[in-house]
């Protein structure tokens, strides 16, 4: 499984790179800010709304700490997505926020 930084995701972002950021943390902690552009997926309902993901994509997987998008990672990739895990989490994120 892949990882990649905050600060080079915050880069790509600024390079107005189109990414596919799938934010697994729970409604309330998502609601105190995300990633612009983040999907909210809670890591419990994952495998009920992977239908909603295209395997010919990539995912970047966030969550608080990096330990849930973790999870969420290999699952998906079990199931044969390309996914990313944002190393740190949204505690290390210093870009902006929606």
């Known amino acids: 499984m892949e ?8 880069n790509s972002l600024q390079e107005n790179k189109t990414l596919n950021i799938i934010d697994v943390r729970e409604v309330d902690e998502v609601a105190e800010g ?3 552009g983040a999907v909210n997926i809670p890591l419990g309902l994952l495998e009920f709304r992977m239908n909603e993901l295209d395997k010919s994509k990539e995912y970047i997987m966030v969550c608080r700490s990096g330990g849930r998008s973790g999870r969420a990672s290999q699952f998906l990739e079990s199931r044969g997505f390309k996914v990313i895990n944002m190393t740190g989490g949204m505690l290390a994120w210093e870009g902006v926020m929606e």
């Open 3 to 10: 990882g990649i930084s905050t600060k080079d995701l915050q």
């Open 34 to 36: 995300k990633i612009p």
